[in-house]
């Protein structure tokens, strides 16, 4: 009988560029009976060598796509494929709408760091004795558990890990590739109360488990980190004089759209066709639009009509077509930005040549700008700033409140219409964050106001004034 359960030795994860999503047929059979027919090599009644005699390939009846890209494929410690780990990767390469490959490439890292951690304490894939602590999933919980204690800030990175594995354990249990001996953990029902775009309460239900880990440490606050106007100046002056035509314009893209490394880099050059000086150029970003955006989704950015300008005249430029003139042939050629080399700095979902990239662009070429010229040339004009490009859609955000705070303050426009705004341009879907960001400004604002007082009370007290005085 094939061993398919549980991993052999250390795991490790070798994408597959372009994965055909295919599945084995026996001649004279059903393409729907192709699972139950593989059972045969499960169940031990035929060797993989008389099964793969008798069989052809034909595309996934169910799937909605015929392959999928870069496909994190999990190895045994001798290269062999861990079957079952590997079934589980692919069951989510082929659902509806289908994964993004670094969401894929995530699971594959949790089930390998799963494997390792069980490995380690001598207990296998499926194990669940009577005693909770040799189970698989909860061995997996309190190893995570001691690690988030000593460092708090771990805490939401190994929720996600469990929450993967946790994935696989149901489909693996729902697929009868095993019945678990004792619970593999404990669900609770939950509810939570959520705030729709207009501002309407609606309760969300959910299933808690008790594999969650919540420190008992302090964890360190999120901060936002938009840049004040001496950095936004900085910034731009450096940018100015290393004069790099593209990075120039990606900069400040998001600074003025709030749009992500992601929108920005995957802008079509054709949705500038339509540009004919418009004071702000609106452009429908996401599934079907002018970029590719975060989980897809559609809405629109607004350039300033003189920053469209500058694109529309770079595009026509002898440096753009150089770069373009470098593009691979079938490459997509619908690109603004291209790198020096004539390839996508963060390449679309639906780009032709992905199965062609060693490793997909994903904008790493604008952090190592970051740190190779950026930030070596602010320390060179007095200025220690840590750099980070998501920080610009934090600036905007922050630049756009406190632009509109006057207006809500004298009761020209309404709290609600400012939330709604600050969604709208952000992109975003949650009421509820679009609010604390707002209150996250104005509590700066009260404390900048106030230190303010502070500080022109003791420069009159020192000036020699009265304490008393106004």
């Known amino acids: ?115 390792k951690v069980l490995e380690e304490n001598g207990i296998g894939v499926f194990d669940f004795p009577s005693r909770q602590a040799k189970r698989a999933t909860y061995a997996y919980r309190n190893h995570w558990k001691r690690i988030v204690d000593e460092e708090p800030d771990k805490e939401d990175g190994a929720n996600e890990k469990i929450i993967k594995v946790i994935g696989f354990y149901r489909w693996a249990e729902s697929n009868r590739f095993f019945t678990p001996e004792r619970p593999m953990w404990i669900e ?18 959910y299933v808690k488990t008790d594999l969650t880990v919540k420190s008992s440490g302090v964890r360190s606050p999120k901060k936002l980190k938009p840049y004040g106007d001496i950095a936004q100046a900085a910034i731009i002056q450096a940018l100015k004089e290393i004069d790099n035509t593209e990075m120039n314009l990606v900069f400040i893209l998001s600074l003025t759209t709030a749009a992500r490394k992601q929108t920005v880099l995957t802008l079509k050059k054709s949705a500038f066709d339509s540009f004919n000086g418009q004071a702000e150029f609106k452009l429908r970003v996401g599934k079907r639009g002018a970029a590719d955006t975060k989980k897809q989704k559609s809405f629109d950015i607004f350039i300033p009509g003189w920053l469209a300008q500058d694109i529309v005249t770079y595009l026509k430029s002898k440096r753009y077509a150089d770069r373009l003139a470098l593009s691979s042939a079938g490459q997509d050629k619908d690109y603004v930005f291209l790198s020096k080399i004539g390839r996508p700095y963060y390449a679309r979902k639906d780009d032709s040549m992905l199965d062609q990239y060693n490793a997909i662009p994903v904008g790493k070429a604008i952090d190592a700008f970051i740190r190779q010229q950026l930030t070596p040339h602010l320390k060179s004009m007095g200025h220690e700033l840590h750099i980070r490009f998501h920080n610009l859609r934090a600036t905007y955000a922050n630049n756009f409140v406190r ?20 969604m709208e341009k952000l992109g975003q879907s949650s009421y509820e964050q679009a609010e604390k960001y707002i209150g996250k400004i104005q509590m700066d604002e009260l404390s900048y106001i106030a230190q303010s007082r502070i500080e022109s009370r003791l420069e009159h007290v020192l000036a020699g004034g009265d304490v008393g005085e106004e």
């Open 188 to 205: 609770t029902k939950c509810s939570m109360p959520l705030t729709d775009g207009r501002g309407r309460t609606f309760i969300k239900e």
């Open 1 to 115: 009988m094939l061993e398919y359960s549980n991993a052999v030795g250390a795991l490790s994860i070798k994408k597959i560029p372009f994965f055909p999503l295919v599945q084995p047929v026996r001649f004279g059979t059903d393409p729907e009976d192709a699972i139950e027919e593989m059972e045969v090599i499960f169940e031990g009644r035929a060797t993989l060598e008389e099964y793969q005699s008798s069989i052809k390939f034909e595309p996934l009846h169910q799937c909605h796509e015929t392959h999928f890209n870069h496909f994190p494929a999990l190895l045994n410690e001798d290269g062999s494929p861990w079957i079952l780990g590997n079934l589980y990767l692919m069951s989510l390469a082929t659902s509806y709408p289908q994964p993004h490959h670094n969401t894929l490439y995530k699971t594959a890292q949790a089930l390998k760091d799963h494997a």
């Open 403 to 422: 632009g509109n705070l006057d207006l809500v303050n004298s009761g020209q426009m309404t709290m609600a219409k400012l939330i709604y705004e600050v």
